[in-house]
């Protein structure tokens, strides 16, 4: 079982043993569920990683930087994604940003049920970082303030607004907005 799921990616190897970062991460499946068998646990690890959207591990995410290459960044600093043709750009704290080689419909796929949203069709943000929603001067638009230290300002379509609405836990239909 180990060595026919080996080759699909490099935390197992074709002698059916682990490599160092899918030892540790058996250990804290081991951890997680005491009572899993081994072979049970490589199945886990084992899975095919072309076929890996955006994942979560814990409160982590795998960001496709290029075919075969993933980069591992924490939930909480990621800030917002921005469509940029076919690629999508993870924006962090600060400046940093990742490139993630998949369209932002694609990305969005594998993370909206960790707290991100489509607000835009350019744009999708963290639930978490947003410490604003207002209207736009003059306008009935709606826009989003996030967090310090980014303090970016994202425009929510008008289509996109009552699921923001929603997913904060407003009526979108109320008088009060």
Sequence with gaps: MI???????????????CTGAASRLAAQIRILRPNCQL???????CIPWHDIDMQTLDDRLLVRVQPGKWVVV???????????GDTTMVR???RDRIRDSRALGEVMGGIERLGF???????????????EVRRRSKSQDWEV????PVNRVLAVSRGRLSALWQALGRNPGSRSL
Aim: proline share 5%; glycine share 8%.
């Design 39 to 45: 072979t049970q646990i490589i199945a886990l690890i």
């Design 117 to 131: 949203l489509r607000i835009h069709r350019q744009h999708a943000v963290n639930l978490r970082r947003i410490t």
């Design 74 to 84: 924490e939930i909480d600093d990621v800030f917002w994604l921005e469509a940029e």
């Design 145 to 148: 303030k996030l967090d310090p």
């Design 3 to 17: 060595s026919s799921l080996a080759p699909f990616h490099g935390l197992c190897l074709p002698s059916g043993g």
């Design 92 to 94: 962090l704290r600060g």
